[in-house]
Structure formats: C-alpha cells, structure tokens
C-alpha cells in the first residue's frame, strides 16, 4: 500500500469504478445540495434533509452498498467498504455520513441485520435499506459507557410482550430514527441482557434532545422509557443474546471506524498543503519554510502508517481471522496519530485554525472525540495489554 492523498485501487477495477463514482457524486451532485440548503456540520438534521440524500444514493447504489446483494448491497469486503467510508469523509461532505448509510441506514445496524427474523427484516429492516425508515442503537446510559454490564435499563417479561423501563444517551440519528434496537438488562439478573426494537412513537417511550456534543453535530438524542411495551416478535435474538449482539456491532465498529477518522486526518492533510502553498510570511509562502516542511513530513508519514496497519487488519478480517489485538490497535493508533495531525494542521493556520467555521477548527473537534468514542484510548491499552498477556503465557489457554 504505497502512500496517496488520492488513492488508487488498480489492483481492484471493481472498488477503482465505485471510488471514481462516489468522488464524482460526493463533490458534484452533493456538494451542490450543502450548497442549496447553506449546510454545516452544526445544522440541525431533520428527515426532510436526509431523505432525498437517502434515497439518492440508494439510487446510485451506494446505500448499503455493503450488504449482501439479496438485501439489495454488493456484498463488499471489509476493506471495499473502509475505502468507501474513507473517501466519504474525505470529501468534507456535511451530509457524507447519509451516502453509505451511518446516520440511521444500514451501517448503523451493523452485523444485527444476521440475527432478525423474516418478520423483523420485512417490517423494520428492508425499509431502512431502502431509505424509507431510520433506525438508532441504544447501549449507552450515563453510568454505562466503557462499563456497558453497568446499564441500569430493564426488560421483565409481561405476557406476550416485556416492558422496559430506563434511560439512554447518546442514541446516533435518534432525532431522525422511527425505531430504535435498545439493549437492557433482563429485571431480576445481574448479567443477562438482550436486544430489542422499540418503535419510538410507542406509549411509554419519549425522545429527548441529547446533549451536543463537542463537534456541535445535533445527531444524539435520550431515549426514555416507562413501562414501554414490546411484543415478543420485536426480541432480537434469543433472551441473553443483548451483549453478544451490542458488543459484536462495537467490536466491529471499532476497526471499521479507523477508516472514516483516517479520511479527516487526510482532509485535515490536504486542507493544510493548500495552506501553506497560498499563506505568505515575509513575502515567501509558508510552505518554503524548513519547520513548516517538517511539520508536513510527520503529518503524511504518521496518516501513511495509521492507514497501512488499518487496511491490514482489515485484510486479515476479511480472511475470516478475528483480529482481536489489532482492533484495539488500530483503534487507539488511529484515534491519537489523528488528533496529532490535526493538531498540526490547526497550529499551521494559526488563527484561523482556531476561529469556528473553518474547516480545520471543527475537524480537530471531531477527530479529538475519537479518543474517547467506541473505547477510550485507555479502553483500548487495557484491551491490548491483556491480550499481549494472554497470548505470552503458554499455560493461559489450560487455566
């Protein structure tokens, strides 16, 4: 994998041919549409936005383009799909995280999609492939976050039905969602939980305004529930499945986030070679000066590395190899090289990389949440320590 702003997949005309398309949409039919609707990352979303941009890009084919092609995707490989995700936020699109389908689509259920029934799939799922309906994931509560085993949620079983009682925060897309897979804790246990669809517009579940985050996205919302009622037919899985189902989606995310921070940190890259090309001190641009070069020499070669040990892991992911310890390297590799770029990027432009409604400025406030969502960096050296324990102890498999 040799180094590029811009890269090339020759290797692979099929992803080639899907990149060069999705460029040509991202920065042309797109672009056009922020333009019209005078959008910023901060504009509040709403579904009379995202819904054209949803079923657009199922239009072209891009919208759960990585689902098996009897749900209506190409059955991408892992690392087709981190190049996707790489070139979308790349782009600088506001509405990037709506092409692939983030931001309530396909990729935000994840792997789920394996454990619904055909009632499921046709009632809440297909609709999302489509475009027509929109889906949150509901795991974090104010005291459960790295710790999920201390959610407070519940789920008792109540005739043909259960009732769920809680709070959860930080539900993605929920200001946009129709429905939302929520995981609690079955009343009564200490560590049995499972996952279930909950119509948001059911008698006992509200959805609040969730607390903006740092990046100033309005895309979170609380979802509060008492004595909200769910038929049995809307139990994901089997009772205890919750955990495997949530923390599988997150084990998974963990990895296939990298590739979207990598596509900042490359726009944060390019942002910043345009600046100091154009930037002059003392009658020279920026760009001639020794400090500045070295600064641009670090940034490019920690991106290249972050990205070469990613698409590795990828690679190996899409052997059918779990690969367990370099998830959580990538994750935390990934997480701080970008901030360090960004970081860079920010200092190189001086005020105006610190004057809100430049690009740079809110890319290092989105970039700095990395650090803490899907696992904390610390979260993640727990992770690879004890793994790295584990697998240098010949006696730790028998005990």
Not at 25 to 34: K, R, S, T
Not at 180 to 192: F, H, L, N, Q, S
Not at 355 to 360: A, F, K, L, R
Request: proline share 5%.
């Amino acid at each position: 994998m040799l180094f590029s702003l811009r890269p090339e997949y020759t290797h692979d005309p099929f992803l080639q041919e899907l990149v060069e398309r999705l460029r040509d949409y991202l920065d042309g039919e797109l672009a056009a549409y922020e333009r019209e609707h005078a959008l910023t990352p901060e504009t509040p979303l709403t579904r009379a936005l995202l819904e054209p941009v949803w079923r657009r890009s199922h239009e072209l084919g891009f919208y759960g383009i990585h689902l098996p092609p009897e749900l209506g995707g190409r059955g991408l490989t892992y690392t087709q799909l981190a190049a996707l995700k790489e070139e979308v936020t790349a782009s600088g699109r506001v509405l990037g995280h709506s092409v692939l389908g983030e931001m309530g689509g396909p990729l935000r259920v994840g792997d789920i999609l394996a454990a619904a029934t055909p009632h499921q799939l046709e009632r809440y799922f297909l609709p999302v492939v489509r475009g027509d309906r929109a889906c949150c994931f509901s795991l974090t509560e104010t005291d459960a976050g790295s710790d999920v085993r201390a959610m407070r949620t519940t789920a008792v079983r109540d005739g043909d039905g259960y009732l769920l009682n809680g709070h959860k925060v930080f539900s993605s897309a929920g200001p946009v969602a129709d429905f939302a897979i929520v995981i609690a804790r079955m009343d009564g246990t200490e560590k049995t939980f499972s996952a279930f669809l909950v119509d948001l517009d059911s008698p006992g579940c509200q959805v609040l305004d969730g607390a903006t985050p740092m990046s100033g996205e309005h895309i979170e919302s609380d979802i509060v529930l008492k004595d909200c009622r769910v038929p049995v037919v809307n139990l994901l899985g089997q009772e205890g499945d919750g955990l495997l189902l949530g923390l599988g989606r997150v084990n998974v995310n963990r990895l296939l986030h990298c590739p979207s921070v990598l596509g900042m940190a490359r726009r944060a890259l390019e942002l910043t070679l345009d600046r100091v090309r154009h930037r002059t001190v003392g009658g020279a641009p920026l760009a001639d000066l020794q400090s500045i070069q070295h600064k641009l020499a670090d940034m490019a070669t920690f991106y290249y590395a972050a990205r070469a040990m990613t698409y590795a892991a990828l690679a190996a992911l899409d052997t059918g190899t779990v690969p367990r310890l370099e998830a959580f390297m990538c994750k935390l590799n990934v997480a701080e090289t970008a901030f360090r770029i960004l970081d860079e990027a920010v200092q190189i432009h001086g005020k105006e990389g610190l004057t809100q409604g430049n690009e740079v400025e809110y890319l290092f406030r989105k970039v700095r949440m990395f650090r803490v969502l899907t696992g904390t960096s610390e979260i993640q050296r727990n992770g690879i320590a004890k793994l790295l324990l584990r697998e240098s102890d010949p006696g730790a498999a028998a005990r």
